[in-house]
């Protein structure tokens, strides 16, 4: 018996059983080990005759085929020359052939494993010097994991072939020096120029430039016609000149102060600003480029990026993958660090976000603002997040523009092969500090002296191609030159010239969307439906068909839900749907996602009924006409920050369609804190961006504790101003019928928030009939009209589900001196509606009662604004908590509130 340090005994003795059982029956053996074999065979002259135990010469091929396998193609990425300023950190065991069971005896012999990686028997050191040639130069590869045979054999066959060596034509490396002219030479212009200004400079991974152009270029040929763009500050002037093609005018004046002089908007430093436009390749492709906005919240943009890419494949590219790609540029420290980008990871499969692959660039500088990489992660590298999805991932040293062309290629062929996501880490550094003002040799000295010493990339290419002679040696100086006197051309019109240039026009879906204004505000659009519509979309709704065989609940939800259409009172699931359903028979698509959203978190909206044998679904929302627009609903993973800011970029591409975010509990809206106050509020007035996303947050208190009480609304009202927002809190069905209906109906786009009710959803008091659907709108107040003015000494203003306690109170006691006065939207705030009201009760006082702790709600909020009598309040004392964990003292608080409200004493 043959024994070797790598292979055990039993190892071998499996394999020689494994050997005699293919002697005796070929197709009893796994198709791999038949193909060894057969291999073997040939390569030893044993022709399947020779029944001895296993030799050393088949323990040698297994050995190589480890080399190949466990060796260069799973760890081989370990052993790269990828980072052009710093040492590689030393990993073991090494690729060293004697921890394989081989010797030096044997690089010269032949073995059949040469098949395995495509150049046929070959020696052992040509084999190993194609591996090192595959796996261990300027590119090294993460994709062993992946668990698609067909994939990775692929991705082995696409590098071992071509050995990852990139293969350029004279005029490709001419056209790539002339990009990465652009990047090198733009940098340091602005670097002259505009001394001390933060511009977060793209120096240290300048090959950026090339490497955009070159997936534009490449996958304009593999049908792709747009690119939606996300990226952080660093590098996004020189994105936005030389890939997006802003002009180096605009640019310029935004240095000088000049840029947005007119504009209505308040504006956003130059580096966080959005862009689109079209641009034609070499080979007369037109694509469209489109480059989100986004604030300082590093990888925020990403959920926003999936979305907008999303609505453009759902509305005008009809679904398919391969016309529109996502590219998402990453930080080294914040895609180890932000957990948004493991969200959006876990989105990209999932029916609701899947946008058919991403491709995702990290430019790693190597460090994070002052922090080292050591700090910064316990993984061995940045991207090892995308081992989650079992993304293949391509480390890159980003002086070698060549095989980051390569790289970005196969990565592109990669996405639009298979519909998946591909990482490339694009290993540079960062010439500077965090910005242009910061000193980085305070806390990385050794680093800045290498890096001082370090020549640039285009300085390192031109090298290159002049010793390879294919380059005239003046040729990159002419570039050069050029280049800085085009630059210099462009900022002598600027400085000379008083032309201010305005933003970037938004996509022409928008044409027809304009802004807000308060006068928009006072009474809202028409929103009312015809009885007989009503009936029909009703009608529509609540019909099973025959030979879907749902639970018996649901069987009886949807018989009530049909006598609401013959009795004419509708609750509040009803109102919802039949609001859903009117503007698809109008044609606005509408999408819904959020957590457990399909049946609702309470159980009340069922819009997606499950057959008993849980194979079938029915989606009555999707059956309303031949003719109707598209619904969609989905229930999101388990995330608020991705599955939020996915929903905000969708309603960015969505101008005519309801986009709707709804939260499990309101409470829970707050882990996507970044998208609401950085995106949703500020959006349009940073970017002039507008957005009609409506937000549904389940908020009442009802003794349900501290996180299952309240949606914060005191949160949203303080981000109010400029008409950036509405905040509404419905108390009726219609009136909630009536809001959603209204974002579609005017001719601008401003998001919504709704805190929506729990209790209400069946509270035998909170009912519509028909005439509050075809006779009124939304009604941003409901008067109380039962009182008589004349009797009433106080009005108690209120808003949401307390107006319901407050009602029962006072009608069990019969009180009516007491008028109770529904605020249906906070903001903007309904003063001329309000103002009629206190002219209309004379002397009486205005209290203003809600729920919530004093120090949340609205009452803070409305304190912004005069009151003609004044406004007193009443609440619950402030507190550091929204509710009560106690049930007992929630309803003494509650009695005691009401009680209070209605009491002219207190």
Known sequence: MVTHSYLSNADVEAIDALYKQYLSDKDSVDFGWQKFFEGFD????????????????????????????????????????????????????????????????????????????????????????????TYCESIGVEFMYIQDTERKAWLMQKMESSKNQPHLSLE??????????????????????????KRFSLEGLETLIPALDAVIEFGSGQGVEEFVIGMAHRGRLNVLANIMQKSYEDIFSEFEGKAFQDAIFEGDVKYHLGYSSDVTTSLGHTVRLTLSPNPSHLESVNPVVSGIARAKLDGRYNNDFKRIAPILIHGDASIAGQGIVYEVIQMAGLDAYNVGGTIHIVTNNQIGFTTNYLEGRTSIYCTDVAKTTKCPVFHVNGDDVEAIIYTIRLAMEYRQRYNADVFIDLLGYRKYGHNEGDEPRFTQPKLYKAIAKHNNPREIYEEKLIAQGGLDANLADKMETEFKALLQEKLNDVRGDSHVPQAAAPSNTWEHIRKATIDDFHVSPKTRLSKKELLSLGERLTTIPKDFKAYRKVEKLFEDRREMLKNGRFDWAMGELLAYASLLSEGHPVRMSGQDCERGTFSHRHAVIVSEDAELE???????????????????????????????????????????????????????QVIMDQYIAAGETKWKRHNGLVMLLPH????????????????????????NLQVVNPTTPANFFHVLRRQLKRDFRTPLVVLTPKSLLRHPACVSDFNEFTSNDFREVIDDLDAKPSKVKRVVLCSGKVYYDLLAAKQEAGIENVALVRLEQLYPLPQNQLNALVEKYGDAEWLWVQEEPKNMGAWTFLLRYEWPKGLRNLSRKSSSTPATGYAHVHKREQDELVTKALDLEY
């Open 42 to 133: 040939l390569a030893y002259n044993r022709n399947g005759l020779d029944s001895t135990p296993v030799s050393e010469d088949m323990v040698k091929e297994i050995n190589v085929l480890h080399l190949i396998n466990e060796g260069y193609r799973t760890r081989g990425h370990l052993f790269t020359k990828t980072n052009p300023v710093r040492e590689r950190r030393k990993y073991s065991p090494t690729l060293a052939i004697e921890n394989f069971g081989l010797e030096s005896a044997d690089l010269e012999k032949t073995f059949n494993a040469g098949i395995e990686i495509g150049i046929g028997p070959a020696k052992l050191k040509d084999i190993i010097a194609h591996l090192e040639k």
């Open 172 to 197: 490709q490396k001419r056209l790539t020096l002339e990009k990465l002219n652009q990047a090198v030479v733009f940098e340091n212009f602005l670097h002259t120029k505009y001394i001390g200004q």
């Open 618 to 672: 029915y989606v009555p929302l999707q059956n309303i006409s031949d003719k109707q627009a598209r619904f969609e609903i989905y229930n999101s993973l388990l995330s608020e920050f991705a599955v939020l800011g996915f929903e905000y970029g969708y309603a960015l591409s969505n101008p005519d369609g309801l986009t709707i975010w709804e939260a499990q509990f309101g409470d829970f809206a707050n882990g996507a």
């Open 700 to 723: 009442g208190h009802e003794g349900q504790g501290p996180e299952h009480s309240s949606a914060r609304p005191e949160r949203y009202l303080q981000l109010c101003a400029n008409e």
